[in-house]
């Protein structure tokens, strides 16, 4: 099996185009939702840095996710039907992250840190019954797609959150507190872009560049100048 990376190069066309709005809490298809993102989360982690093919057997992915066979079969169903990956590309067991360009289009996501026992650890405390733990995963996937390399951070207001996951602004808190009680994302508070003299959120990945934070950079306008309007987001 692949030795696993400190981080991983994500194709983020889809996360763009509104993508993650597909993988709704609804008609009960839920928990095959967020196991098609928990399985996305495992396959792009152990995927050829060169061609975004990932060789992982069901007992391994079953292992790493958390996931049943089952709950993992109907989830892999959901990524291949909505075109995020492509089965067997090379026989048996392999997957292609579909829009893979090792040369651009992708964003930094972690890998190795999210690992203990050789499985997610965050997935341990997923039971696929809450809404809150799929919203979770879907904003922890836009916040890598939006995150600032310079900053290490991504910077979105509440309604950009909702327009490009699909997460309702009433539900975003309580996605936030799933992301932190697992130690996914850090919350943190910097000048806000709208107030000379507030503070808004933005939103660190944990267990990537994490010698680059709030606590290292500073207030510094340099960094976190006031120079966007209200709904800009700051961009790799």
């Known amino acids: 099996m692949r030795k696993l990376r400190h ?18 809490w609804a008609h009960g298809e839920g928990g095959t939702n967020l196991a098609a993102l928990m399985g996305l989360t495992v396959i792009s982690h152990h995927a050829d840095e060169r ?19 089952a709950k993992l079969s109907a989830g892999l169903g959901a990524l291949a039907e909505r075109g995020l990956i492509e089965r067997e590309p090379e026989g048996r067991s392999t997957y292609r992250l579909a829009g893979y360009d090792p040369e651009r ?56 959150i909702e327009e490009y996951s699909g997460v309702a602004r009433s539900n975003i808190r309580r ?8 130690n996914l994302v850090h919350v943190e508070q910097v000048p806000s872009t709208i107030s000379e003299n507030g ?14 934070h709030m606590g290292t950079l500073g207030r510094r306008d340099d960094v976190f100048g006031l120079e966007t309007g209200p709904d800009d987001i700051w961009r790799d």
């Open 7 to 24: 981080w991983v190069k994500l194709p983020t066309r889809w996360i763009e185009d509104g993508g993650l709005r597909n993988f709704r």
């Open 51 to 69: 061609s975004g093919i990932a060789q992982l057997t069901y007992d391994a992915l079953s292992s790493m996710t958390t996931l049943s066979r």
């Open 105 to 160: 289009g992708w964003a930094q996501f972690p890998a190795k840190g999210l690992y203990r026992n050789a499985a997610v650890a965050a997935f341990g405390d997923f039971r696929l019954r809450r809404p809150a733990e799929l919203e979770a995963l879907k904003l922890y996937f836009l916040f890598a797609s939006r995150r600032d390399r310079r900053r290490n951070m991504a910077m979105i207001t509440y309604a950009k």
């Open 175 to 182: 996605a936030l507190s799933v992301l932190a009680a697992n």
């Open 199 to 212: 503070f808004a959120n933005a939103y660190r990945l944990a267990h990537l560049n994490t010698r680059s």
